[in-house]
């Protein structure tokens, strides 16, 4: 642990240092924690970003509070959708899920207008491009 301790101490990089406080944090020392939630007042938009991860990730407590109180009174702008879905566990999988749903039934749709078989491509393409463009702003913008 001390090993842990003298990266968030001495070293330079953030992200390293965000692991470090991640790995104490999983070990049970409260210092990792704290400097997680210190670490979302950072100007940096990764270190803030990754600090936010691994609060959800560890699913501590005080973390959890400090992460809703740090999205109320923030002075960096946060996605108004991350207050809501605060908790939630897979976003990615879910934008998958509702990519691939909704390209089928697009690709479906499509089949049946009367249309040769390039224009059904671009059609579909186009039609992809917007499913996905939603579920990216549905589903992943909110945890950023």
């Known amino acids: 642990m ?7 101490e001495k070293d330079t990089d953030a992200l390293q240092c965000l692991d470090a406080a991640k790995a104490l944090a999983q070990l049970g020392d409260e210092r990792g924690v704290d400097y997680l939630i210190a670490a979302l007042d950072v100007p940096d938009i990764d270190v803030r970003l990754t600090a936010k991860k691994y609060i959800l990730e560890l699913d501590n407590r005080r973390g959890i509070e400090a992460l ?6 923030s002075k960096h702008p946060t996605h108004p959708g991350v207050r809501t879905k605060l908790d939630a566990k897979y976003p990615f999988l879910t934008a998958y899920v509702g990519f691939f749903a909704l390209s089928i ?3 479906f749709l499509v089949g049946l207008l009367p249309l040769p078989t390039f224009l059904r491509y671009i059609v ?3 039609i992809a491009f917007y499913v996905f463009k939603y579920v990216v702003q549905k589903n992943i913008l909110p945890y950023t």
């Open 2 to 8: 001390s090993g842990l301790i003298r990266i968030l």
């Open 105 to 107: 039934l697009a690709a």
């Open 68 to 73: 809703k109180s740090h999205l109320e009174t």
């Open 124 to 126: 579909i393409t186009v």
